[in-house]
């Protein structure tokens, strides 16, 4: 089982920037890859970033195209934390964000279905 818990949303003015945390609970995190995903209201949940599982090689990332450039995805085993640096910020980025993990997947999904695991979700508003 993993237990996950988002922190760090908010409201930003445009072009600003937030960091996303992620903070997972169970010993099977190292072996999780990790996916954020965010939900605007109206529209369907959609992939925003993910991060491989590490058995001592190199994170390999994942970004949509609507991020690249601007958000950072990174994971720090140690304290089971993922992380989501968001710059220059946009209201179209208003979204409720959550991660999600799924065990042992040597792909990063995009397909939220996917996921094994689930946060409860930040709310990040972008004010123009």
């Known amino acids: 089982q993993v237990r996950l818990v988002e922190s760090g949303g908010g409201l930003v003015q445009s072009a600003r920037s937030l960091r996303l945390s992620c903070a997972a609970s169970g010993r099977t995190f190292s072996a999780c890859t990790m996916g954020w995903f965010r939900q605007a209201p109206g529209k369907e949940r959609e992939f925003v970033a993910g991060?491989?599982?590490?058995?001592?090689?190199?994170?390999?990332?994942d970004y949509a195209d609507s991020v690249k450039g601007r958000l950072t995805i990174s994971r720090d085993n140690a304290k089971t934390t993922v992380y989501m640096q968001m710059n220059s910020l946009k209201p179209e980025d208003t979204a409720v964000y959550s991660c999600?993990?799924?065990?042992?997947?040597?792909?990063?999904?995009?397909?939220?279905?996917?996921?094994?695991?689930w946060g409860e979700g930040t709310q990040v508003t972008v004010s123009s």
């Open positions: 999600a993990a799924i065990q042992r997947s040597t792909l990063i999904p995009r397909n939220y279905r996917i996921y094994d695991y």
């Open positions: 991060i491989s599982w590490n058995s001592g090689r190199t994170d390999w990332h």
